[in-house]
């Protein structure tokens, strides 16, 4: 990870997707994972799982999603991450 971070994206989705269901951008990583874990209402293992990683591997059925990631970025444009149809959050 990267020290210099502007910012942290948060996306997800299915594995056989052509992109993402989701993306987010946040000011901290921490703030990103609180976030979905109350919009996804994530299991405390798979919270810890994001701050640590910046990865969780979800199951479909549960989550209608395979994926969550967190990662750092420090582009000047972080309102390009997100997507037209993030719904979710």
Do not use: N
């Amino acid at each position: 990870m990267t020290t210099d971070a502007k910012h942290y994206i948060a996306y997800g989705g299915l594995h056989d997707a052509p992109e993402p269901d989701f993306s987010e951008v946040y000011d901290t990583k921490e703030a990103a994972v609180q976030h979905l874990t109350e919009i996804f209402h994530f299991e405390e293992a798979t919270r810890q799982t994001l701050l640590k990683r910046g990865y969780a591997k979800l199951i479909r059925k549960h989550y209608k999603m395979d994926y969550c990631v967190v990662k750092a970025c420090s582009c000047a444009e972080p309102s390009s991450h997100k997507l037209e149809k993030s719904s979710k959050v």
